[in-house]
């Protein structure tokens, strides 16, 4: 238990922080974004302190530095405030997943017990941070200043007259978010890094274009300490009204999929060869087979393919900002790239191999054929690293797939412009060919289908207890026309851009080498974290790289 004389606050006095020094390391692997859970601490400590004043309380903002035994080093940002008494029980009961640690404090020979508990998850808290924003306050802290600012959008999206109520999302993932009646949503990032977050950077200047398909960002709180870039530790944004993103509307396309395949009597039938690469068959209509098995998801990826060149076009507009002005698709860009995606691959091969045996026998057959096809994997690069091309790089979504999409009925939103929480914030940063953003819609679209045919954890009850005889070419046709839909949108827009190909040819040589890329990733990721969906990005990489000998 924490303790201390006359206020909790005294908590972090010098004389007493020590105890709460030496209890971060196991809160912090309590914490669902702590992203730091299997590597081994070295130390966690406390730079920075800002109080925040909430109502009657306070709230302090931490930023904790972990050192790991390899050498690394992150920092997360936890605010913390106390509740005695009635309160205390209250958060322990309805909020078990916001306490931190039991506090004591004594006062006058008397002694209150109490919870220290995560901030966002107090209502005067919560409004405080959206009455700073609104005030465009500054807080001084005990090495730098938490300051708040307000966008032009701010007066349309609350109203001045009343409080809107605080609620924390429960899909709490590397960040936190408090929606507030509605209205606007605070993503408060947990990891930081020095620097302006890509979601607030391209999320402003969306704003000030009127951009339609992304919330407009309100305001920001960011953390200043000399002279460097300031950090980004939260952003206001526009909540959108949803039905849920576009990866569980495309599972559901899936499942009615299987509904018009069973009705058809087609469950033990192969599917037609749709014979062409999704490139190729963007450039064809569709075909009769599949309008009526896939029906009108077929319309709305093709929308979405549109609205996603119409974001592109928009960014590669802005040329007076040198962090948003294009550049050209350099013979050192290239060179640089090649060398990540080689390293990266390697580093993924090299896990495979060490992990085989934790696949199934079908995974390990998709892994042995992946490691023969390594002559393919290197030619996939080189031709990237050799092209030519006159195109230019413009800020792009960086880790765009379905889940980043939001349904709204007849439409959709792109959200999270944050980029692959892999990368380090100067890559994420980085201009690149906006068809990485394609290549990685691409990978979304193989997903849905397989990762619903092998009945992975989707959430989502399907129409049989029974996939079809050929699940997999299934999925497969599903996901060709899927992605040939949504090109199709794409290239509507994109041609005759800047920022793509001129020459046909440059296409599939940039496709190809940014969807082995996303796949290798994802094979990455799947081996340490899902090893039973490893089996999809495996499919991909094989079936890509097979067509390439």
């Known amino acids: 238990m924490l303790t201390a004389s006359q206020d909790w606050l005294h908590l972090f006095k010098r004389e007493t922080v020590e105890c709460l020094i030496r209890m971060l390391p196991s809160v912090l692997r309590t914490r669902r974004w702590f992203g730091g859970k299997g590597r081994r601490i070295e130390a966690a400590r406390m730079v920075e302190s800002i109080a925040i004043p909430s109502g009657s309380s306070t709230t302090m903002l931490l930023l904790i530095q972990v050192e790991y035994g390899?050498?690394?080093?992150?920092?997360?940002?936890?605010?913390?405030?106390?509740?005695?008494?009635?309160?205390?029980?209250?958060?322990?009961?309805?909020?078990?997943?916001?306490?931190?640690?039991?506090?004591?404090?004594?006062?006058?020979?008397?002694?209150?017990?109490g919870l220290l508990y995560d901030a966002l998850w107090n209502r005067d808290a919560a409004l405080a941070l959206l009455q700073a924003i609104s005030q465009e306050s500054q807080f001084k802290g005990t090495a730098g200043s938490l300051n708040a600012s307000s966008t032009n959008a701010f007066a349309d999206l609350i109203s001045a007259r009343t409080l809107p109520e605080p609620a924390?999302?429960?899909?709490?993932?590397?960040?936190?978010?408090?929606?507030?009646?509605?209205?606007?949503?605070?993503?408060?990032?947990?990891?930081?890094?020095?620097?302006?977050?890509?979601?607030?950077?391209?999320?402003?200047?969306?704003?000030?274009?009127?951009?339609?398909?992304?919330?407009?960002?309100?305001?920001?709180?960011?953390?200043?300490?000399?002279?460097?870039?300031p950090v980004t530790l939260a952003l206001l944004q526009k909540f959108v009204s949803n039905d849920g993103d576009a990866w569980r509307y495309s599972l559901e396309a899936v499942n009615q999929f299987l509904v018009r395949i069973i009705g058809e009597h087609l469950r033990d039938e192969p599917p037609p060869q749709?014979?062409?690469?999704?490139?190729?068959?963007?450039?064809?209509?569709?075909?009769?087979?599949?309008?009526?098995?896939?029906?009108?998801?077929?319309?709305?990826?093709e929308r979405l393919g549109r609205q996603t060149a119409e974001l592109h076009v928009a960014l590669s507009q802005v040329v007076?900002?040198?962090?948003?002005?294009?550049?050209?698709?350099?013979?050192?860009?290239?060179?640089?790239?090649?060398?990540?995606?080689?390293?990266?691959?390697?580093?993924?091969?090299?896990?495979?191999?060490?992990?085989?045996?934790?696949?199934?026998?079908?995974?390990?057959?998709?892994?042995?054929?992946?490691?023969?096809?390594?002559?393919?994997?290197?030619?996939?690069?080189?031709?990237?690293?050799?092209?030519?091309?006159?195109?230019?790089?413009?800020?792009?979504?960086?880790?765009?797939?379905?889940?980043?999409?939001?349904?709204?009925?007849?439409?959709f939103v792109i959200t999270d412009f944050e980029g692959e929480p892999a990368r380090s914030l100067a890559e994420r940063r980085m201009k690149q060919p906006a068809i990485v953003d394609v290549a990685g819609m691409a990978r979304s679209f193989h997903y849905a289908p397989f990762a619903f045919f092998e009945g992975k954890r989707t959430g989502l009850a399907t129409a049989s207890q029974e996939s079809p005889r050929y699940s997999a070419l299934?999925?497969?046709?599903?996901?060709?026309?899927?992605?040939?839909?949504?090109?199709?949108?794409?290239?509507?827009?994109?041609?005759?851009?800047?920022?793509?190909?001129?020459?046909?040819?440059?296409?599939?040589?940039?496709?190809?080498?940014?969807?082995?890329?996303?796949?290798?990733?994802?094979?990455?990721?799947?081996?340490?974290?899902?090893?039973?969906?490893?089996?999809?990005p495996l499919h991909g990489l094989v079936e890509i790289l097979e067509i390439k000998g």
């Open 70 to 113: 390899d050498g690394g080093v992150e920092t997360y940002t936890l605010p913390v405030t106390a509740a005695f008494g009635e309160e205390a029980e209250r958060i322990q009961q309805d909020f078990p997943q916001a306490v931190i640690a039991p506090v004591a404090v004594q006062r006058n020979g008397c002694e209150e017990t």
């Open 168 to 229: 924390v999302m429960k899909a709490e993932q590397s960040n936190t978010s408090v929606v507030y009646d509605n209205h606007v949503i605070l993503k408060l990032y947990r990891r930081l890094e020095r620097g302006m977050n890509p979601d607030l950077e391209i999320g402003r200047v969306l704003t000030r274009m009127q951009f339609p398909y992304t919330p407009p960002i309100a305001g920001a709180l960011e953390y200043h300490r000399g002279a460097g870039e």
């Open 274 to 301: 749709t014979g062409f690469p999704p490139l190729e068959l963007a450039r064809q209509e569709y075909s009769p087979v599949a309008r009526q098995l896939i029906g009108p998801y077929l319309e709305s990826a």
């Open 320 to 411: 007076d900002d040198p962090a948003f002005a294009p550049e050209p698709f350099t013979k050192e860009y290239r060179q640089a790239r090649y060398d990540y995606m080689v390293r990266s691959t390697a580093g993924t091969l090299a896990l495979l191999e060490e992990r085989m045996e934790v696949l199934s026998k079908v995974g390990q057959t998709q892994a042995r054929r992946l490691l023969n096809l390594k002559p393919a994997l290197e030619r996939t690069f080189q031709a990237f690293r050799d092209l030519e091309s006159p195109i230019s790089r413009i800020r792009c979504h960086g880790d765009y797939h379905l889940g980043q999409v939001l349904c709204t009925g007849a439409d």
């Open 474 to 536: 299934w999925a497969r046709f599903w996901s060709d026309w899927a992605n040939a839909a949504f090109l199709k949108g794409y290239l509507n827009i994109a041609t005759g851009a800047r920022f793509w190909p001129r020459e046909n040819g440059d296409i599939p040589l940039l496709f190809d080498a940014f969807l082995v890329e996303k796949a290798m990733y994802e094979l990455g990721y799947e081996l340490n974290n899902r090893p039973d969906w490893a089996e999809i």
